[in-house]
């Protein structure tokens, strides 16, 4: 398991071997994001994410206190909201 802390990153440029979706783990290996990592991500605020986590919209992992974010269940809201952010 990874857990991102943070670090904003910019997307890689999508090539004939890089064409994975922006949010999709290139590994088998669980990929977790703060709320302020996706909250930059899908331009939010983060307490807008925390409302859509505690509301059920989106899934999370409270672990000590924090909730973490698998990158799947990113993909997994996006795809189910697709053209309503």
């Given at each position: 398991?990874?857990i991102?802390r943070?670090a904003?990153?910019?997307p ?7 064409t994975?979706?922006?949010f999709?783990p290139t590994?088998?290996q669980?990929v ?9 991500r ?8 925390r409302?859509w986590i ?5 899934i999370?992992?409270?672990?000590n206190?924090?909730y973490?974010i698998?990158?799947?269940d990113?993909?997994?809201?996006l795809?189910s909201?697709r053209?309503?952010?």
């Amino acid at each position: 398991m990874t857990i991102r802390r943070n670090a904003p990153s910019a997307p890689a440029p999508a090539t004939a071997t890089n064409t994975a979706p922006r949010f999709a783990p290139t590994s088998s290996q669980r990929v977790l994001c703060e709320v302020q990592e996706v909250a930059t991500r899908l331009h939010r605020c983060p307490r807008t994410i925390r409302n859509w986590i505690r509301s059920g919209t989106l899934i999370a992992h409270n672990i000590n206190g924090r909730y973490l974010i698998d990158e799947n269940d990113i993909a997994q809201f996006l795809a189910s909201h697709r053209g309503r952010l």
